[in-house]
């Protein structure tokens, strides 16, 4: 049998050929911190959520190939640390007013600072942009206030819908996430794509009209543990 | 020998609800505790409405959105050992912040000033003016998160944050050993 062995943190993991050390630590029940990559999509490596120690050098666990022999460190202080400065920067560059918000409670960046510990005071100045909301479809809206440009409704926008609906426009700090068309209602969007699914937007950016706050308070996926601490579970089913 | 003095709080309420002033309350039974330790200074809580002595602890609900709001976050950083953020609307700005970025606007407050009391629906405003009383503090163009205005020592955080929470945090800074949170207790909503 092809394959190859590394170390996380001290545990063995076994990983195939071609896999991804995060691919290979989900099979293994150790949790990676991350933001742009999710299961059944196509790999991007742009959050940097995901930033391992392998062999001393940081890699994006989500895109490196699972290395044989290394040795990669995952939860340390120094690399959540790092983590949460990432995670930080993101709150910091949006409009994230979670008590108003539809996602909190079920927001993966949310989840990720109280993973991280994200509660000593700032050290960032906010940038306060000023950014649309588009309302225009009748099942789907958009508070890009709210995005992190993950990627993530692009990658299943093309590769699962075979759509195209999402895409970036801009550069630099003007990056930012658009639709196919003057409005979201002028696109081909439909609330049956994967794209505008629940899981797929790891914030409350796309948000799919009259479900909001439908889970009350105590029943959210952030009042049942900390986001990965599920990893084992998931990876023994 | 005598009674180690009890260690003196201030609290303040500045852009903000007044809901983290009954998240303290709701400490409930704690508070019985609590008060073995500390005795409450200026406070809206005893209506002592200037310092007359250095206190060890302050405690700021909501950011800054006029100007009386920073006179009084300075005078609390001036007066306080440890300064505390508590909640949401101290911490980042809070609900006040909306009106940081109203959408597609150039002059956020303005827009917001005249939908409040001129252009919105359903008003009924007899002067068709914004409030410009000389008593009124003047509005500062957004609301500041409190740690752009002065240093703040210590976040709680929460919209409101649960009575346990600032029980726990306020404990562990009277034995001087806070060290952060137990991460599954932190909530910003
Ligand atoms: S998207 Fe997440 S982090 Fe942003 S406001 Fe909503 S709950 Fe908070
Ligand atoms: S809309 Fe959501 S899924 Fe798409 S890039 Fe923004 S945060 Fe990511
Ligand atoms: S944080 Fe929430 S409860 Fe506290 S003052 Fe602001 S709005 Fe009110
Ligand atoms: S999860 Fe790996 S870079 Fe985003």
Redesign the interface.
């Known amino acids: 049998m092809s394959g190859l062995r590394f170390e996380i943190d001290g545990v063995e993991i076994a990983a195939r050929d071609g896999q991804t050390i995060m691919e290979a630590a989900d099979a293994a029940g150790v949790y990676i911190p991350r933001l742009c990559d999710h299961e059944g999509l196509r790999h991007q490596g742009g959050c940097r959520v995901c930033t391992v120690k392998c062999n001393g050098r940081s890699v994006a666990a989500c895109t490196e190939p699972a290395p044989p022999d290394a040795v990669v460190e995952n939860e340390t202080p120094h690399i959540n640390k790092m983590r949460r400065d990432l995670v930080e920067m993101l709150?910091h560059e949006g409009?994230?007013?979670?008590?108003?918000?539809e996602a909190?409670?079920n927001c993966e960046l949310?989840a990720m600072?109280?993973?991280l510990?994200?509660?000593?005071?700032?050290r960032f100045?906010?940038l306060?942009?000023?950014?649309?909301?588009d309302a225009s479809h009748p099942d789907i809206a958009l508070d890009t206030?709210r995005c992190i440009s993950c990627g993530r409704c692009i990658r299943a926008s093309q590769d699962i819908d075979g759509k195209g609906i999402f895409g970036y426009v801009g550069r630099g700090i003007h990056r930012h996430v658009a639709v196919n068309g003057p409005d979201l209602a002028h696109t081909d969007a439909t609330i049956d794509d994967v794209a505008v699914s629940a899981d797929v937007c790891p914030v409350g950016c796309i948000i799919r009209k009259r479900v909001g706050f439908s889970r009350p308070i105590g029943e959210r996926d952030?009042d049942h543990?900390?986001i990965g601490s599920n990893a084992k579970a998931k990876a023994d089913d | 020998m005598t009674e180690p003095r009890k260690a003196r709080v201030a609290t303040a309420s500045l852009a903000g609800c007044f809901g983290c002033h009954m998240a303290i309350l709701d400490m409930d039974e704690h508070l019985i505790d609590l008060m073995q330790r500390v005795e409450i200074h200026r406070s809206p809580l005893t209506d002592i409405k200037s310092f007359r002595h250095r206190c060890d602890i302050g405690i700021i609900e909501g950011g800054c959105c006029n100007e009386e709001n920073v006179h009084v976050l300075r005078d609390f950083r001036r007066n306080c050992d440890v300064l505390i953020a508590l909640g949401q609307c101290a911490i980042m700005g809070g609900l006040p912040a909306m009106r940081n970025a109203v959408m597609h606007s150039d002059a956020p407050l303005r827009e917001c000033l005249e939908e409040a009391y001129i252009t919105g629906r359903d008003i009924r405003n007899v002067t068709h003016n914004i409030p410009n009383d000389p008593a009124l503090p003047l509005l500062l163009d957004k609301v500041y998160p409190c740690s752009e205005v002065v240093e703040i020592d210590v976040q709680i955080p929460g919209c409101a944050p649960t009575g346990d929470v600032i029980f726990n945090a306020l404990s562990k800074l009277l034995d001087g050993k806070f060290d952060g949170f137990e991460r599954e207790s932190i909530r910003f909503d």
């Open positions: 709150f409009n994230h007013l979670c008590p108003i918000c909190s409670g949310q600072a109280y993973r510990d994200m509660t000593d005071p700032t100045p906010y306060e942009p000023c950014r649309p909301v206030n952030s543990g900390l």
